[in-house]
Nanobody, 118 residues
Framework: VQLQASGGGLVQAGGSLRLSCAASGRSFSIYGMGWFRQAPGQEREFVAGISWAGGSISYADSVLGRFTISRDNAKNTVYLQMNNLKPDDTAVYYC????????????WGQGTLVTVSS
C-alpha cells in the first residue's frame, strides 16, 4: 500500500489548509485512516482518525473544533480540513492507514509540511 499526501504549505495564523492522502496498491482493504504530526524536536502525535466502514471519528484534544477529518471510500482518500490554524500546528503531517489490521496503523505516507506563521 502506498500513501500519497498533499496539501501542506505556509499559512498565516487563523488561516486554513486542506490535506489529502490517497491510498493505492494491489488488493488491499482499508479499516481506517488517520493523520499524525511531528513538530521539530517533538515526538509524532495523533491528530485525527476515521474508520472506513462506519466512519467513526476521533480527534486529539488540541485540534477538536478546528480540524475535520473525512473520507472518500471510492477514491481511497482521506482529507483533513484544518481551520483557525495556530503556530503550534506547525509540523510535518503524516497520513497513515490500517490495512493489515483494524487495530494499528501499518502504512505511512511521506509527510507534508504545514507551517503556520504568527
Amino acid at each position: 500500500v502506498q500513501l500519497q499526501a498533499s496539501g501542506g504549505g505556509l499559512v498565516q495564523a487563523g488561516g486554513s489548509l486542506r490535506l489529502s492522502c490517497a491510498a493505492s496498491g494491489r488488493s488491499f482493504s482499508i479499516y481506517g485512516m488517520g493523520w499524525f504530526r511531528q513538530a521539530p524536536g517533538q515526538e509524532r502525535e495523533f491528530v485525527a482518525g476515521i474508520s472506513w466502514a462506519g466512519g467513526s471519528i476521533s480527534y486529539a484534544d488540541s485540534v477538536l473544533g478546528r480540524f475535520t477529518i473525512s473520507r472518500d471510500n471510492a477514491k481511497n482518500t482521506v482529507y483533513l480540513q484544518m481551520n483557525n490554524l495556530k503556530p503550534d500546528d506547525t509540523a510535518v503531517y503524516y497520513c497513515a492507514s490500517k490495512t493489515g489490521s483494524p487495530r494499528r496503523y501499518d502504512h505511512w505516507g511521506q509527510g507534508t509540511l504545514v507551517t503556520v506563521s504568527s
